[in-house]
């Protein structure tokens, strides 16, 4: 107990705090994480194809009907809602406590629970566009497809917004990023395994003076943190929450 409090304390004392989340944050809502065991990874599926192999640029640009109908079956979760997670780091940002959130997640649920300063380092699932003219299409249009969508306008492939295996992250939103986690005086981590890079990398340039993780296995990072917690995501931060 004694932790909890400490760590509130920390939190309360900090003039900047951020928050940087993985898959684990979105399990609670019904989304499946990567690579626990009963993640995505490890799901046996009618397909020859690994979920890494399928989720690339290159299977993508050459399997487009493929790769849509396993987004559909494996990553389009249309009834998600924010958790006690999201709802308590939304709250802390509305109360001036919370600069900004850093997620590998792509489903949204930061914003769909009030979060504005969101810095999505591997995209989201709610944008896609046209490869060819840019022409924007709202998720619920491409989601409603059997095939893999194509422009109205230009006939190019439409894709999601989001970050496919052997694609670079998006600079200019990782650089922002790493400026979010070298400005924090409090870094909290929550749900994820902080074994993917370069996401991972992003502790690096923390230099502040509380490092709080929460995680329901440890860490490689475990060693260099302030506070570690194993639990429930959205439990921990209602009980060190500042607010």
Do not use: W
């Amino acid at each position: 107990m004694s932790s909890f409090i400490e760590a509130k304390e920390y939190l309360r004392a900090s003039k900047n705090t951020v928050f940087f989340g993985g898959a684990g944050v979105s399990t609670a809502s019904g989304i499946p994480d990567f690579r626990s065991a009963a993640g995505l990874y490890n799901q046996l599926r009618a397909t020859r194809y690994s979920p890494e192999t399928m989720l690339s640029y290159n299977f993508f640009v050459h399997h487009p009907d493929e790769f849509y109908a396993f987004l559909r079956s494996a990553l389009h979760y249309p009834d998600a809602k924010p958790n006690l997670a999201h709802t308590t780091l939304a709250r802390m940002e509305k109360q001036g406590k919370l600069a900004a959130i850093i997620t590998q997640n792509i489903d949204g649920l930061h914003q769909q629970a009030g979060s504005r300063n969101v810095l999505e380092i591997h995209g989201s699932m709610r944008r896609f566009f046209c490869m060819k003219c840019m022409r924007d299409y709202p998720s619920g249009k491409v989601y409603a497809q059997e095939e893999a969508p194509r422009c109205e306008v230009c006939g190019g492939l439409v894709r999601p917004d989001v970050v496919l295996y052997g694609e670079m992250l998006d600079q200019d939103v990782f650089n922002a990023s790493i400026t979010a986690a070298r400005r924090a005086e409090c870094l909290i981590v929550g749900g994820s395994s902080l074994v993917v890079y370069p996401a991972a990398s992003l502790l690096d340039y923390f230099g502040g003076s509380c490092l709080i993780l929460i995680n329901r296995d440890p860490t490689p990072y475990d060693h260099q943190a302030n506070f570690v917690f194993h639990g429930d995501i959205g439990e921990v931060l209602t009980k060190i929450a500042p607010v």
